[in-house]
């Protein structure tokens, strides 16, 4: 690619902390997506545009080029007063689309001021982007946030190759018919030179919406994208699952200060497997299933007493939602039943920790884990389960693996898939999964991990700029 690349995101790829003295220090922020642009970014050009996470007129500018010339990639901040936050993150984007596209309508809500604020939003990123970008720029949008964001810079002009991801599920019609505005946000979508999804899935319910909201446009399906004609404008679409730097995981796993963090953990839970959940608080993470079906699996199997430890780490997410600080209640009693009823001296069969961990912790915990379980009610993508495989150095590892997670496509041959709504199954899978003989986890791991390394984040930077190249 000899085009400079624009990536627009709600968030910038940064974390500001507040100093003793008052003043505010800027540092980047870790993670797939960021670890995987910002080699192109400072090879392309281009820069990163979102929200810093701050008040607006904080002082940033400074930081940010300082910042920026320090690690090679340009970051411009959009500006966003308080009450568009609280209506088109907090409220807009995570009250109605997240439930929505995660098929949780129980959690919708729909109101016209959120909406209205979601849109006002998606003009001010449009204008901060309209601003920056070059004549020879791509564009690309990322996630749920900025859906509308192709319609705005085309309505200002902008002629450019205009890119989006989508990192969650997309719904089904039935579901999305829902949506009050869905014809504005179907529309906004077409006016994108290229539409990527996670799974193929997630390509089919984007396309039956496509044909069943905008009923006069054409789909040319292909081998690995179709093709929508509307309103004089080609748009492709495609299902390109993202991944993580598995070198960098699988590097890190190996060092030392991971293996002495893996072998003091095991030292906490002697005698045990560590069967090991690392979720964000949500309710479509379906911990409580997890939980249930931990508990049935103690009810069923005695062999499991004083054997195993679940241990599940939960990151705090989204606490200035009042539902989410609910959600964490009923998680809290659900844990303290459980242990209630199972706990013997020296022996706490459930432990759940409630903070972020460091990225070394992170690894030691997978490295000591036995077995991971990933039981999503739905994701898009969930790089947990890749990670833990990558982190897996000794193939000693079974992910248990939610069949409506995205990367169940991928990794559902060597993993044990569940149903997290069917109780009796998972604790069965659980018991399995316990007792499973070494040589069924070296094999079944070893293909795990040899898929993720074959599919890692790059790859899945690499295809989704490939497909758009014919279009420019």
């Known amino acids: 690619m000899s085009r400079s690349l624009y990536v627009v995101s709600n968030r910038l790829p940064i974390v500001v902390k507040n100093q003793q003295d008052g003043s505010l220090k800027v540092a980047p922020a870790s993670g797939g997506l960021v670890t995987a642009l910002r080699p192109i970014l400072r090879q392309y050009g281009g820069a990163w545009i979102g929200w810093p996470g701050t008040a607006q007129g904080a002082p940033l500018d400074k930081l940010l080029d300082e910042l ?110 829902r949506l009050p505005w869905r014809e504005q946000l179907v529309k906004s979508l077409l006016d994108f ?75 906490e839970y002697p005698d045990q497997q560590i069967l090991l959940g690392v979720d964000r608080l949500d309710y479509t993470k379906g911990l409580l299933a997890k939980f249930r079906a931990f508990e049935r699996a103690l009810e069923k199997y005695q062999d499991l007493h004083r054997r195993v430890t679940m241990l599940q780490i939960v990151v705090p997410s989204r606490q200035d939602i009042p539902e989410y600080a609910a959600w964490k209640a009923r998680m809290d009693q659900t844990v303290g039943e459980i242990n209630g009823r199972f706990a013997r001296r020296g ?81 069965d899978t659980i018991h399995r999964a316990v007792n499973m003989h070494h040589d069924e986890r070296r094999d079944r791991m070893s293909r795990l991990r040899q898929s993720v390394r074959r599919h890692n984040v790059f790859k899945w930077v690499q295809s989704f700029l490939d497909v758009l190249q014919p279009g420019l």
Not at 213 to 238: C, F, M, Q, W, Y
Not at 359 to 385: I, Q, W
């Open 68 to 177: 920026g010339s320090e690690i090679g990639s340009r970051f411009i901040p959009v500006e966003l007063s308080e009450a568009l936050v609280d209506g088109f993150y907090y409220g807009f984007s995570n009250e109605t689309l997240w439930p929505l596209f995660h098929d949780l309508l129980g959690f919708a809500r729909f109101e016209r001021t959120k909406w209205e604020a979601y849109c006002e939003s998606n003009r001010i990123f449009a204008d901060v982007t309209a601003q920056t970008i070059e004549s020879d720029g791509i564009v690309w949008v990322n996630d749920y946030q900025l859906m509308l964001m192709a319609t705005e810079l085309r309505s200002r002009g902008v002629t450019n190759p205009l890119t989006f991801f989508l990192h969650i599920p997309f719904p089904s019609p039935d579901i999305l018919a």
């Open 193 to 267: 030179d290229l539409v990527g999804l996670q799974t193929q899935r997630d390509l089919r319910n984007f396309l039956a919406c496509v044909r069943t909201i905008v009923p006069t446009a054409e789909i040319e399906s292909g081998k690995t994208v179709a093709l929508i004609r509307h309103d004089d404008r080609v748009t492709r679409a495609g299902h390109f699952p993202i991944s993580i730097d598995t070198k960098e995981f699988e590097d890190r796993a190996r060092s030392k200060e991971v293996e002495d963090a893996a072998w003091y953990l095991h030292g």
């Open 347 to 427: 022996w706490m069969p459930l432990h759940y920790v409630y903070q972020a961990l460091s990225f070394t912790e992170l690894l030691g915990h997978y490295r000591a884990a036995e077995v991971c379980l990933v039981t999503p009610l739905k994701d898009g993508m969930n790089l947990v389960s890749k990670e833990y495989c990558a982190a897996c150095v000794d193939d000693n590892g079974v992910l248990v693996l939610s069949e409506f997670a995205g990367s169940a496509a991928q990794l559902q041959s060597a993993a044990l898939m569940v149903n997290p709504h069917d109780c009796e199954a998972m604790a």
